[in-house]
């Protein structure tokens, strides 16, 4: 794209800002070098990658390269077969701990940029380990960096106490008064005790230096000489080992070094984006929504540059119209219209959030031309309107469609008439060629052009008369005008010379101005009318909006209530079955007695009256018509659900409830449970005039049910003579009979197996019974008979 547009749009302030946010040099070469781009495929991906990584830093803000460096120079001299020093490998290692934190981070992020991006980073773990147990938080080698070098370092120290020792001994007292002073010092790599130059035949040794005034010589005695010799080696011997380990690591780093270099890449790129979001969310801004047609919408547009209280505004070019004339009065603010404009369209393609409110649309402009500023040069020998043509001239020639030219103070500089002539003849030329072009002038001829053009439009920038002050604001449809006679008249010049001025102007000028007055005070009241109807249409949809909010909030709570009430019902119903199933266990397992039956169905009546009568609300919304009988007390009926049949002894007040009898037993049932009674009615037509046979009926019920009152569903036999215990089996099966039962329970024990098979052999001869089988597990095995009738 054009660089001197780029330039002039200060596009180069923002990459700076934006390269300050980045953690690490790699990354600020990446901000460094950003660039819009003119392909829309490379603009949608880096739009992606800002987005991304703003979403990921609001979620985890900690996430970043923490203390990551600038590894890529080390990485290439490992690479070509040179020795790395203990400062570069520590920044390796921290370097691979950020890459290690990063990666973990990543690896579980839906969000597909950055998940794709974990895959190019490489902890290395092994090479990780290695420069852990080699250096030292500071870089010093450790010990353990080899199995020798303890051992050689321990060598050092061992031969170094020696001299420092025997030194110590010989200027304490064998040198005596021989030396300037009583200490060991260091020369040349040896340590020497400082002897005075006429001393010196009594202390034998090598003169490594002498003092400036050659007082002091500087020996090494040769009893030490052995001893610095010996520490010496050890040093030597060290440093060695030292030299051998680092070569070894940075052979390590080589043979790792592609995957390091694109780990690095890859954290650059990532600190890159963070840095984008970071710039986004300072600048309080958003993605522009990238469309194909040639037009731009910006809401609420803000240019990155300025500070303190900016005033946001609104731009659109290309909805029925290609060119915008901006005028109004100097300082109002009409350049920084062009420049938010251009350089919000070069951040919007170099991938960034742009300062603006949702709902703005960008293009993808193929360029971006910019003529803003004095191109006044005396080196060059040109003048202001010269500079402005020849930059122009350069943008006629680049111009066309999926561009967006940009023209500061268009015309000026020259003749005033030539000069608004020649900057129609451009908007003409720009608007044939198909771009997109905003220009700001003073020229009155080229606000009437605007108006008579069908592709052009009026803009104006709004002037405070009364503060002498501009709003910055921006209004697309109005002309606006310089306000030279109302600010010469406001800043006190005499009111004859303004009232002289004015009438200098032609009628056709007057005029002009007069109807610009009186639009713009048509328009404000306009808008201040349009901005009531906008406030009410707000607060009725906000009133909707609640009344919605409380329509759904009744239903969910209508619905929690149903779905309570449906779980309430069918715990209970859940503890019923629970109930009846143990019952009907007892009845398999033990000797159980009508009371006890009577105390189980009481039970099961209990948690059926606090079956909550909202479980069934939905059974309510589809009824099921149904015949309402009324009943008469002493009619006979039987209850579908519980199988109770006997004659209606009570009626509960209302009809809801009834009890029925049956052989002195009461059973109280809901009436829409009741069905006819098979039997009839006493005295009714379903049966004899007599009521003879009801009568034997009712009796042979009544013997059943004080039967089944007093038998027991199990015979516990144990400890029995045989024939006791076959005349107690005989009278139990007929009673049992009797009594109803279809299965009985007789408990025999296993003993030698002689009244078992005695009581199986009479059971199955019984008239009565009709299979005899040995209990299961869980019904006493072979110690029980399972007989049924």
Do not use: C
Request: charged fraction near 30%; aromatic fraction near 4%; charge should be negative.
């Amino acid at each position: 794209m054009d660089a001197r547009s780029i330039l002039l749009l200060e596009f180069p302030q923002v990459r700076d800002r934006l390269a300050e946010l980045t953690s690490f040099p790699p990354s600020r070469r990446l901000a460094a070098e950003l660039e819009p781009s003119s392909d829309p495929v490379v603009v949608g991906r880096s739009l992606d990658e800002t987005d991304q990584a703003r979403d990921l830093l609001v979620e985890r803000p900690g996430v970043g390269v923490g203390a990551a460096h600038d590894i890529g120079p080390a990485i290439e001299r490992a690479a070509r077969g040179g020795r790395l020093d203990p400062a570069q490998f520590l920044e390796l290692a921290d370097t691979l701990d950020a890459a290690t934190r990063l990666q973990t981070s990543l690896a579980d992020d839906r969000r597909p940029l950055l998940h794709a991006l974990a895959r190019e980073i490489h902890p290395l773990p092994a090479l990780r380990s290695t420069l852990a147990r080699s250096f030292d938080p500071v870089g010093e080698l450790l010990d353990t960096a080899s199995p020798r070098l303890g051992g050689l370092r321990a060598a050092v120290r061992v031969a170094y106490d020696r001299l420092r020792r025997r030194l110590e001994s010989l200027v304490g007292s064998e040198l005596g008064n021989a030396l300037q002073d009583p200490i060991i010092t260091l020369r040349n790599g040896r340590y020497v005790v400082p002897v005075k130059s006429e001393a010196r035949s009594r202390v034998k040794g090598i003169v490594h230096d002498a003092s400036g005034s050659g007082q002091t010589l500087f020996i090494e005695p040769l009893v030490a000489v052995e001893l610095g010799n010996a520490w010496r080696e050890a040093q030597v011997a060290a440093q060695e080992e030292i030299d051998r380990i680092l070569d070894e690591l940075s052979a390590l780093v080589a043979a790792n070094a592609g995957d390091l270099r694109e780990t690095l890449v890859a954290m650059a790129r990532f600190d890159f984006w963070a840095a984008k979001a970071q710039l986004a969310a300072e600048l309080d801004g958003i993605r522009a929504e990238t469309t194909e047609r040639p037009e731009v919408i910006l809401l609420g547009a803000r240019h990155p540059g300025l500070s303190g209280r900016v005033v946001p505004i609104d731009i659109r070019i290309g909805d029925g119209y290609s060119a915008l004339v901006v005028t109004g009065p100097n300082t109002g603010g009409k350049t920084v219209t062009l420049r938010t404009l251009g350089l919000l369209s070069l951040m919007h393609q170099a991938g960034l959030h742009v300062p603006a409110d949702s709902g703005s649309r960008l293009p993808v402009f193929r360029d971006v031309f910019a003529d803003i500023g004095d191109e006044q040069s005396i080196a060059q020998s040109l003048s202001t309107f010269s500079g402005h043509l020849r930059s122009i001239t350069r943008i006629v020639e680049a111009a066309g469609p999926g561009t967006l030219v940009l023209l500061d103070e268009l015309g000026a500089g020259t003749d005033p008439t030539e000069g608004s002539a020649l900057a129609q003849a451009l908007l003409d030329h720009f608007i044939r060629a198909g771009a997109l072009v905003a220009a700001t002038t003073h020229y009155a001829e080229l606000k009437a052009y605007a108006h008579t053009t069908g592709g052009a439009r009026n803009a104006s920038v709004e002037f405070d008369l009364e503060t002498l002050s501009p709003t910055y604001r921006l209004t697309i449809g109005l002309p606006g005008g310089s306000q030279a006679f109302a600010i010469a008249a406001r800043l006190g010049l005499d009111p004859a010379i303004v009232a002289d001025a004015r009438s200098r102007l032609s009628e056709n000028q007057r005029a002009f101005e007069e109807t610009l007055a009186r639009i713009r005070t048509t328009e404000g009241e306009t808008s201040e009318a349009l901005d009531r109807a906008r406030a009410a249409e707000l607060r009725a949809a906000e009133a909707l909006r609640q009344a919605d909010e409380e329509r759904r909030r009744a239903r969910s709570e209508r619905e929690d209530l149903v779905r309570a009430a449906r779980e309430e019902a069918e715990r209970l119903v859940d503890d019923l079955r629970g109930e009846v199933s143990e019952t009907r266990r007892t009845l398999e397992r033990e000797t159980v007695t009508m009371p006890v039956l009577d105390a189980a169905v009481g039970r099961a009546e209990e948690r059926l009256a606090e079956v909550p009568v909202g479980a069934a609300v939905e059974a309510a919304a589809e009824p099921v018509p149904a015949v309402i009988r009324d009943w008469q007390l002493g009619e006979r009926a039987r209850s579908r659900n519980g199988g109770w049949e006997g004659r209606i002894a009570a009626l509960e007040r209302g009809g809801r409830r009834v009890t029925l009898e049956a052989g002195g037993m009461r059973v109280t049932v809901p009436v829409e449970d009741l069905e006819p009674s098979p039997m009839g009615s006493l005295g009714g037509a379903g049966g004899r005039g007599d009521g003879r046979e009801d009568d034997e009926r009712s009796t042979i019920g009544t013997i059943g049910l004080e039967r089944a009152r007093s038998v027991a569903s199990s015979l516990d036999l144990r400890g029995a003579r045989v024939d006791e215990a076959l005349e107690a089996l005989r009278r139990y099966i007929d009673d049992a009979a009797l009594a109803g039962l279809e299965k009985v329970l007789i408990i025999h024990g296993l003993g030698t197996g002689a009244l078992r098979d005695a009581v199986r052999q009479e059971a199955a001869s019984h008239p009565l019974v009709t299979a005899v089988r040995p209990g299961e597990r869980g019904e006493g095995g072979d110690g029980a008979s399972i007989v049924s009738l």
